[in-house]
């Protein structure tokens, strides 16, 4: 019995010199390539940081979006990942006395005082100025077609005044003013509190009966559609909260009741130009907020078919399944009906982390042709 004890002894040591002296820099890529997605921001330059081999992992070319809050002092932002308890804390000055406004492809449209608006991407502290607004900022939805580095980058801002009269502004990179146009309406519209969409070629926006309202920059007016319209989520409640998202080509909208007590998610039917209810979102996620809402295909095994919400219980990110009908976190027990109980995080916006990419100095000019 000693003898066998002995050799087990000896065993152990022997496995745990292999275990000290193992290469970590052999490690399959195919191993790396299911670690590295689970990372969360700075994590993953200290992965690869390690070694060379490691170095040479390739970045996941989509990314887990995160919620970006800015703090009280407008300098320390932090970021919450939708799997992990803890947050990231970064100093950014830039953005002091900023308020986001909303996101898209990793960079943020900002405004700070009445006039001033930027585009910002705190991933590579890059900031483009863009020509202040001719008026105070009062829009009610806000948002552009692509990354601000980009040629054909157009900014469009709407607000609508008693569902009767519409404004809207727009500027194209290279332009030195903003356009803007007055109307009235042709059908009544009461604008949702979420940002437009640009969806092809046009942007959409969310009214709150579950009406659009769509403007096609080549036309100086907003065109109310007669249809879709969409049966209130509570007949009780005289106000939602409801959201717009492209996903899969397709045009999404979520509407919750005050609580979260109800939930529906329905999908534009472009021909029948009806609203259509989803049951299951298969391998999407929906990232949703009064300032940018997205959709993303699942990126670790479990986050799929779940609607992830600016809302937080002892430092856990919420979200909504489809599957359980339930609002859950990843990090602890929390299991609900309703969101009773979580806080709502203000001044933040989701955004999805891009990798580090490096921009010219006529890139980062909005009068400069991209």
Known sequence: MADDAQGEIEN????????????????????????????????????HNVCRSWRDTP????????????????????????L????????????????????????????????????FNPFTKALINLPDLPNMYDFGGITFTSPPTSSDCMVFGINVYFDERFSISTICRGEESWRV???????????????PVFHHGEFYCLGQDGNLGVFNPNEDYLRV?????????DP?????RNFLVECNGKLLSVSMSSMGELISVSKLDSVEMTWHKVDSLGDQMLFVSNTSS??????????????????????CGVFYSLASRLFQTFGNDFSRKDWYRTGE??????????????????????????
Request: contains cysteine; positive net charge.
């Open 181 to 195: 146009l007055h109307g009235e309406n042709n059908s009544p519209f009461f604008l949702s509190h979420c940002n």
């Open 84 to 119: 992990y308890k803890d947050s990231y804390t970064m100093y950014i000055p830039e953005l002091f006395g900023a308020v986001p406004r909303f996101s898209k492809d990793g960079w943020l449209l900002m405004s700070r005082g009445k006039h001033s608006i930027f585009f």
């Open 59 to 82: 970045t996941p070319s989509v990314q887990s979006p995160v919620l970006m809050c800015i703090g009280n002092d407008n300098t320390r932002c932090k970021f919450f990942h939708p």
């Open 345 to 370: 995080l203000l001044s933040c916006c989701w955004i999805e982390p891009k990798a580090d990419t490096s921009y010219s100095k006529e890139e980062l000019n909005w009068f400069e042709d991209a």
């Open 12 to 47: 152990s040591k022997e496995l745990a010199k292999v275990v000290l002296n193992r290469d970590w820099a052999a490690l399959p890529t195919e191993l790396l390539c299911l670690v590295l997605p689970q990372l969360f921001l700075r994590d993953v330059k200290r992965f």
């Open 294 to 315: 997205l959709s993303a295909k699942r990126v670790v095994q479990g986050m799929e078919n779940k609607i992830y919400l600016p809302k937080i219980y002892e430092k």
């Open 236 to 240: 009780d409640l005289t106000h939602e």
């Open 225 to 233: 559609l007669d249809k879709p319209h969409r049966q209130l989520v």
